[in-house]
Protein backbone atom coordinates (compact mmCIF):
# COMPACT_ATOMS: atom_id res chain seq x y z
CA UNK A 1 0.00 0.00 0.00
CA UNK A 2 1.25 3.74 -1.08
CA UNK A 3 0.90 6.26 1.53
CA UNK A 4 -0.84 8.99 0.22
CA UNK A 5 -1.85 12.43 1.99
CA UNK A 6 -5.41 13.97 2.09
CA UNK A 7 -4.33 16.86 -0.02
CA UNK A 8 -1.97 14.24 -2.20
CA UNK A 9 -5.41 12.27 -2.89
CA UNK A 10 -7.32 15.89 -3.41
CA UNK A 11 -4.73 17.50 -5.80
CA UNK A 12 -4.16 14.43 -8.15
CA UNK A 13 -8.11 13.96 -8.69
CA UNK A 14 -8.56 18.09 -9.02
CA UNK A 15 -5.45 17.59 -11.90
CA UNK A 16 -7.53 14.65 -13.38
CA UNK A 17 -10.95 16.64 -13.44
CA UNK A 18 -8.98 19.05 -16.02
CA UNK A 19 -9.35 16.08 -18.27
CA UNK A 20 -12.92 15.50 -17.31
CA UNK A 21 -14.10 19.35 -17.86
CA UNK A 22 -12.42 19.37 -20.83
CA UNK A 23 -13.85 16.11 -22.02
CA UNK A 24 -16.93 17.41 -21.41
CA UNK A 25 -16.79 21.03 -23.04
CA UNK A 26 -14.92 19.17 -26.32
CA UNK A 27 -18.14 16.66 -27.04
CA UNK A 28 -20.14 19.62 -26.06
CA UNK A 29 -18.94 21.89 -28.49
CA UNK A 30 -18.76 19.11 -31.05
CA UNK A 31 -22.35 17.43 -30.14
CA UNK A 32 -23.42 20.61 -31.22
CA UNK A 33 -21.98 21.56 -34.22
CA UNK A 34 -23.15 17.78 -35.65
CA UNK A 35 -26.53 17.86 -33.49
CA UNK A 36 -27.02 21.37 -36.25
CA UNK A 37 -26.50 19.48 -39.32
CA UNK A 38 -28.66 16.64 -37.71
CA UNK A 39 -31.60 19.09 -37.02
CA UNK A 40 -31.36 20.67 -40.31
CA UNK A 41 -31.82 17.14 -41.95
CA UNK A 42 -34.55 16.79 -38.85
CA UNK A 43 -36.48 19.37 -40.22
CA UNK A 44 -35.83 19.23 -43.69
CA UNK A 45 -39.07 19.22 -46.38
CA UNK A 46 -37.24 16.32 -47.83
CA UNK A 47 -38.68 12.91 -46.15
CA UNK A 48 -35.53 10.94 -47.11
CA UNK A 49 -33.62 13.39 -44.86
CA UNK A 50 -35.95 13.34 -42.18
CA UNK A 51 -35.87 9.76 -41.77
CA UNK A 52 -32.02 9.38 -42.16
CA UNK A 53 -31.57 11.96 -39.38
CA UNK A 54 -34.44 9.80 -37.43
CA UNK A 55 -32.77 6.92 -38.06
CA UNK A 56 -28.97 8.85 -37.04
CA UNK A 57 -31.13 9.93 -33.39
CA UNK A 58 -32.37 6.64 -32.82
CA UNK A 59 -29.48 4.70 -33.34
CA UNK A 60 -27.45 6.78 -30.57
CA UNK A 61 -30.33 7.20 -28.58
CA UNK A 62 -31.69 3.41 -28.43
CA UNK A 63 -28.09 1.94 -27.67
CA UNK A 64 -25.71 2.15 -24.68
CA UNK A 65 -22.80 4.82 -24.83
CA UNK A 66 -20.54 2.20 -23.45
CA UNK A 67 -21.49 0.01 -26.44
CA UNK A 68 -20.91 3.13 -28.58
CA UNK A 69 -17.39 4.10 -26.94
CA UNK A 70 -16.08 0.35 -27.56
CA UNK A 71 -17.57 0.33 -31.06
CA UNK A 72 -14.79 3.43 -31.74
CA UNK A 73 -12.21 2.28 -29.32
CA UNK A 74 -11.95 -1.27 -30.39
CA UNK A 75 -13.73 -1.48 -33.51
CA UNK A 76 -12.24 1.24 -35.60
CA UNK A 77 -8.59 -0.34 -34.78
CA UNK A 78 -10.19 -3.29 -36.99
CA UNK A 79 -10.92 -1.25 -39.80
CA UNK A 80 -6.90 -0.09 -39.62
CA UNK A 81 -7.71 2.96 -38.53
CA UNK A 82 -5.76 3.75 -35.30
CA UNK A 83 -7.24 5.30 -32.55
CA UNK A 84 -6.48 7.11 -28.88
CA UNK A 85 -8.13 6.94 -25.66
CA UNK A 86 -8.73 10.49 -26.00
CA UNK A 87 -9.82 10.70 -29.60
CA UNK A 88 -12.01 7.93 -28.91
CA UNK A 89 -13.87 9.51 -25.82
CA UNK A 90 -14.24 12.78 -28.07
CA UNK A 91 -15.91 10.98 -30.65
CA UNK A 92 -18.06 8.71 -28.84
CA UNK A 93 -19.52 11.66 -26.43
CA UNK A 94 -19.93 13.80 -29.75
CA UNK A 95 -21.68 11.17 -31.70
CA UNK A 96 -23.88 10.65 -28.54
CA UNK A 97 -24.52 14.18 -27.17
CA UNK A 98 -25.61 14.98 -30.81
CA UNK A 99 -28.30 12.28 -31.11
CA UNK A 100 -29.87 14.47 -27.95
CA UNK A 101 -29.16 17.89 -28.84
CA UNK A 102 -30.89 17.47 -31.96
CA UNK A 103 -33.80 16.27 -30.86
CA UNK A 104 -33.73 19.18 -28.00
CA UNK A 105 -34.06 21.31 -30.49
CA UNK A 106 -36.19 20.02 -33.01
CA UNK A 107 -38.81 20.25 -30.03
CA UNK A 108 -37.68 23.90 -29.90
CA UNK A 109 -38.62 24.21 -33.33
CA UNK A 110 -42.23 22.15 -33.80
CA UNK A 111 -43.31 24.25 -30.37
CA UNK A 112 -43.21 27.36 -32.88
CA UNK A 113 -46.33 28.11 -33.99
CA UNK A 114 -46.54 27.83 -37.98
CA UNK A 115 -47.37 31.51 -37.94
CA UNK A 116 -43.48 32.30 -37.25
CA UNK A 117 -42.84 30.19 -40.75
CA UNK A 118 -45.42 32.14 -42.62
CA UNK A 119 -44.41 35.70 -41.32
CA UNK A 120 -41.26 34.83 -42.77
CA UNK A 121 -42.10 33.94 -46.07
CA UNK A 122 -44.67 37.53 -45.97
CA UNK A 123 -40.91 39.13 -45.63
CA UNK A 124 -39.82 37.51 -48.08
CA UNK A 125 -37.18 35.07 -46.68
CA UNK A 126 -36.18 31.66 -48.09
CA UNK A 127 -36.01 28.97 -46.06
CA UNK A 128 -32.57 29.09 -44.46
CA UNK A 129 -32.81 32.95 -43.79
CA UNK A 130 -36.07 32.13 -42.10
CA UNK A 131 -34.17 29.46 -40.10
CA UNK A 132 -31.61 32.03 -38.92
CA UNK A 133 -33.43 35.03 -38.44
CA UNK A 134 -36.82 33.82 -36.91
CA UNK A 135 -37.07 30.15 -36.37
CA UNK A 136 -33.70 28.71 -34.73
CA UNK A 137 -33.22 31.92 -32.49
CA UNK A 138 -37.18 31.21 -30.69
CA UNK A 139 -36.19 27.17 -30.54
CA UNK A 140 -32.70 28.08 -28.84
CA UNK A 141 -34.51 30.13 -26.65
CA UNK A 142 -37.10 27.81 -25.68
CA UNK A 143 -34.74 24.98 -25.24
CA UNK A 144 -32.29 26.63 -23.29
CA UNK A 145 -33.05 24.56 -20.03
CA UNK A 146 -32.86 21.24 -21.27
CA UNK A 147 -29.66 22.08 -22.98
CA UNK A 148 -28.40 22.80 -19.66
CA UNK A 149 -29.86 20.27 -18.33
CA UNK A 150 -28.39 17.71 -21.28
CA UNK A 151 -24.66 18.84 -20.11
CA UNK A 152 -24.97 18.27 -16.90
CA UNK A 153 -26.03 14.64 -18.13
CA UNK A 154 -23.11 14.78 -20.27
CA UNK A 155 -20.00 15.83 -17.37
CA UNK A 156 -21.23 12.67 -15.88
CA UNK A 157 -21.30 9.94 -18.44
CA UNK A 158 -17.42 10.69 -19.20
CA UNK A 159 -16.73 8.64 -16.28
CA UNK A 160 -17.47 5.84 -18.62
CA UNK A 161 -14.42 6.92 -20.94
CA UNK A 162 -12.31 5.33 -18.14
CA UNK A 163 -13.60 1.88 -19.25
CA UNK A 164 -11.44 2.33 -22.72
CA UNK A 165 -8.07 3.77 -20.78
CA UNK A 166 -8.72 8.01 -21.11
CA UNK A 167 -7.06 9.18 -17.42
CA UNK A 168 -10.26 11.19 -16.37
CA UNK A 169 -11.38 11.47 -12.89
CA UNK A 170 -13.08 8.31 -12.55
CA UNK A 171 -9.68 6.07 -14.18
CA UNK A 172 -7.72 8.32 -11.31
CA UNK A 173 -9.58 7.42 -8.86
CA UNK A 174 -9.35 3.89 -9.46
CA UNK A 175 -5.40 4.05 -9.30
CA UNK A 176 -5.09 6.01 -6.10
CA UNK A 177 -8.11 3.44 -4.25
CA UNK A 178 -6.11 0.71 -5.57
CA UNK A 179 -3.05 1.98 -4.16
CA UNK A 180 -4.36 2.86 -0.69
CA UNK A 181 -7.62 0.78 -0.28
CA UNK A 182 -9.31 3.59 0.79
CA UNK A 183 -12.51 3.82 -0.87
CA UNK A 184 -14.44 5.94 1.19
CA UNK A 185 -12.61 8.63 0.92
CA UNK A 186 -11.49 8.41 -2.69
CA UNK A 187 -14.83 7.89 -4.40
CA UNK A 188 -16.41 10.17 -2.18
CA UNK A 189 -13.86 12.99 -3.35
CA UNK A 190 -15.16 11.97 -6.50
CA UNK A 191 -18.67 12.21 -5.56
CA UNK A 192 -18.19 15.71 -4.59
CA UNK A 193 -16.45 17.23 -7.33
CA UNK A 194 -19.01 15.66 -9.62
CA UNK A 195 -21.40 17.58 -7.54
CA UNK A 196 -19.21 20.67 -7.36
CA UNK A 197 -19.61 20.39 -11.15
CA UNK A 198 -22.92 19.41 -11.67
CA UNK A 199 -24.57 21.15 -8.79
CA UNK A 200 -24.10 24.87 -10.44
CA UNK A 201 -25.77 24.00 -13.45
CA UNK A 202 -28.71 22.05 -12.41
CA UNK A 203 -29.87 25.16 -10.50
CA UNK A 204 -28.56 27.16 -13.72
CA UNK A 205 -31.20 24.92 -15.61
CA UNK A 206 -33.89 25.25 -13.00
CA UNK A 207 -34.12 29.09 -13.41
CA UNK A 208 -34.08 29.41 -16.83
CA UNK A 209 -37.31 26.60 -16.68
CA UNK A 210 -38.51 28.97 -14.42
CA UNK A 211 -38.35 31.93 -16.30
CA UNK A 212 -39.89 30.40 -19.13
CA UNK A 213 -42.44 29.00 -17.22
CA UNK A 214 -43.16 32.97 -16.48
CA UNK A 215 -43.42 34.44 -19.78
Given amino acids: MIEFTFWDIVRNLLLAARWTVLLSLAAFVGGAVVGMVILFFRIAKNKWSRRIASG ?51 SGVDALPLGQWDAGASLGLHYLQELRLIIL ?74 RAAAR
Avoid: D, H
Fill in 137 to 210: PQAFSITRAPTVGFLVQLIKSTALTSIIGFEELVRTSNAINNATFEPFKVYGLVALIFFVMCFPLTQYARKLEQ
Fill in 56 to 106: YIALFQGTPLLMQLFLMFFGLPMLGLRIEPWTAAVLGLTFFASAYLAEIWR
